[in-house]
Structure formats: C-alpha cells, structure tokens
C-alpha cells in the first residue's frame, strides 16, 4: 500500500499561530487512529467494549490531509493514539508522510502513546519513520497484577517491547495511571526501576471519561498525597522542562531521573493548555473533560484544498472552553459518557 500524498497535503512554508479565546496558543495535536485496544484496562473501558465500525475512520490519506491542515496553522508536535494506535493497519505509511514535515521544518515532533504490547515488532520501524520518543503505558510490574488491571494483557510483551524500543534507540516515558489500593504500594519502586533503566516516569490521576464497571471513587489517588509521600523519602527539585503535554516535572536528587505529575483533579493544569484532540472518526474535540466537539470529517471531505477544513478549525477553536468539569465523587456519576480509547488521551 502507498499513501498518496496530495498538494493540499504538502508542508507548508510558514505557519500563523493559533489562538484560543483565552490567549492560549495550541501547538499540540493529539490524533486518535483508532479507538480499538487490545487491552481492557479497568479504569478505561468496559470488559465488553464496543468499538466503532472500521467504515467511519477516516482512511490514512485522510489523517495525513487533516494533520497538514493543522501544521499549516501552527501546530509543531503531533502525537498519535489511540485506542493502541499500533493496531491501525499501515499505520507507518502516515508516520513517514508526516516526517516530511520534519524534514521541512515545519513539524519539530512526531510521538506516540502505546501500550506497549506490539512495540517490540514496531520499534525499529518506527525509530526509521522519524519518531523518537514513545510513551508506553505501565501500571504495574506484577504479572498477576498486570493481567487483573487490563484484563487480558501479557506483561512479559509490553517489557520486551519496552526493551526493543530503547535498543533502537528511542527514548521512552513510562506512564503510570495511579490506583489506590491497586498499585499505590508499587510507585516507588516503578520510579526507581525507570530511573535504573533510564526513563522517566510519569505518574497520571485517574480521570471520569466513560462509563466503566464499577466506579472510580474508590481507586482515586490524589497525586497531592503520593508527592507528599516521595517527598519524606527522595528529594524533589521542581524543574521547568515541559515535553509540550500537561505534565509537571521534577528531579530526584537521588537518582537523577525526571518525574512527571498529571494532575486532572487535584490540580488542574487548564490555565496552561496547548492542545486540541482529533478522534479516528474526525472529531474535533476542543477539552478533553468537555463533549463539545466539531466534525471535520465532512469539510475535510467536501474540499481538496484544505479551505474548508481550515474554516471549521478557526470556528471550532473560538469554542475552546476555559477548562474541564471533571468530578470524581462517591455518586460516581459519569458526566463525560466518551471512553479516552474513542478521545485518544
């Protein structure tokens, strides 16, 4: 197969910056491929989940057309996901078109979120497309565990296809979703084996987006009390280092590696927020705690020049709210009825 790339699609010379009504710049776009996961992670979707017909995702020529849109208005990092976005086939063809904005100049970064479960068969291919950096994500490093948490996944996978990806040379980010009673008892030491292993780690709050068996109350861990509980043993220096994503960062004297804080509901992260969600269908999504959402599949559609696309963009971007309505309480209600495998992180 050979993604055809069209003129509308070329790397554009120069980029005018996008602006929200808030006087935040986007810069970051976080494109779903797909919703489909080979996993079942219990605080993200339920058991039997059902995903959406492949007919409504847009085909590769499609995304690479819709990413080009928003490079030409100055988007400079793109990151895909999913779902596990290693499942969609073909899916280096549109990493390489998309490395050809790199090579222009008009694109600093192309990332990935996995699950890590393929990323043995797909880490050198990927290092040769231009991707350098990976995150995967790691709950656990028990196997017991491991399989409980997602269901249905294999532990020994995801660490081979931690170990390919840093063999080739990629550098890789350890994600954490922070579990009470699940997984807290573990954190320190996930953090000391990606710093001996020479990763960072970020750690993530678990977040209301879809509905899920059980409720997530009980599983919430405010990571205020996990840095509280680094702190009486390790020694956090706040650092300014930013990957382009919600993470706050700090230094541990101790082993000289970095750790990141996703903080959804403990501390919000709004005030500086830099990017915008596309799903695998289209959907513009302007907040990922917000259902407003603009399609961009039919503009996208209805013209080859990107005019239309471009319009819907700048409509849609005036609509960026302020901040999210997340809420994690014991009524366990769950306003935001969109699974993060249909959003994309």
């Known amino acids: 197969m050979t993604l055809h790339l069209t003129e509308a699609a070329a790397p554009a010379a120069a980029a005018p910056a996008m602006v929200d009504p808030f006087g935040r710049h986007i810069t970051y776009l976080r494109v779903s491929v797909t919703d489909r996961c080979d996993f079942r992670c219990v605080y993200c979707m339920p058991d039997r989940m059902q995903f959406l017909p492949k007919a409504e995702l847009l085909t590769l020529e499609e995304l690479d057309r819709l990413c080009a849109g928003f490079i030409a208005k100055g ?21 390489r078109a998309l490395s050809r904005h790199l090579d222009a100049g008009t694109l600093d970064e192309v990332t990935l979120t996995s699950n890590g479960s393929r990323m043995a068969e797909f880490a050198a291919s990927l290092k040769d497309a231009g991707v350098r950096r990976v995150n995967i994500s790691l709950d656990t490093r028990d196997a017991d565990k491991f399989r409980a948490v997602t269901r249905r996944g294999d532990l ?138 603009a399609d961009l599949r039919a503009p996208l559609r209805a013209d080859a020049s990107n005019a239309r696309l471009s319009e819907a963009i700048d409509a849609a971007l005036a609509r960026k709210p302020r901040g999210h ?11 935001i009825v969109r699974p993060m495998s249909v959003t994309g992180g």
């Not at 170990?163 to 890789?172: D, N, Q």
């Not at 320190?188 to 709050?205: F, S, Y």
């Not at 309505?325 to 306003?335: H, M, S």
Request: charged share 25%; aromatic share 6%; with cysteine.
């Open 75 to 95: 988007v400079r990092k793109i990151r895909l996901t999913g779902g596990e976005p290693l499942m969609r086939r073909n899916l280096l063809l549109l990493v």
């Open 156 to 293: 020994a996978a995801v660490l081979a296809g931690i170990r390919a990806a840093k063999a080739v040379g990629l550098h890789v980010k350890i994600n954490m979703v922070a579990l009470k009673a699940i997984n807290e008892s573990e954190i320190e030491d996930m953090l000391l084996w990606c710093h001996a292993e020479g990763m960072d780690l970020t750690l993530i709050e678990t977040m209301p987006l879809g509905a899920i068996e059980g409720g997530r109350y009980e599983s919430y861990l405010p990571l205020s009390d996990v840095r509280a509980r680094l702190s009486a043993r390790f020694t956090l220096d706040a650092i300014p280092d930013s990957t382009g994503g919600p993470a706050r960062y700090v230094r541990l004297r101790e082993t000289g590696g970095r750790l990141g804080f996703i903080t959804p509901m403990s501390r919000s992260f709004c005030e500086g927020c830099n990017r915008l969600r596309v799903t695998a269908t289209g959907k513009l999504y302007l907040c990922l705690g917000q259902e407003d959402a």
């Open 325 to 335: 309505d997340f809420v994690i309480d014991k009524a366990d209600e769950t306003r």
